[in-house]
């Protein structure tokens, strides 16, 4: 899932700064950079969650008697 979510919300914020930095006006601008910063907190967590998945992964390799 993150894997997806991953590049859905790298575009998804970029979307929103580009949609903020526009002739808006400053209570629409705030809701912009509002969702953009969501967007790219969410990005973060999804990174995480794949390095995450990624070192257990290659934990469990190695246990098992695999090379990493």
């Known amino acids: 899932m993150s894997r ?20 808006v006006a400053d209570s629409v601008r705030t809701l912009w950079l509002i969702a953009a910063v969501v967007c790219a907190l969410t990005a973060v967590i999804a990174w995480i969650d794949l390095r995450v998945i990624a070192r257990r992964m290659r934990e ?3 246990r098992s008697g695999r090379p990493g």
Do not use: K, M, S
């Open 4 to 23: 997806i979510a991953l590049p859905f919300f790298v575009i998804a914020c970029a979307a929103c700064a580009v949609a903020a930095a526009g002739d």
């Open 60 to 62: 469990e390799r190695t």
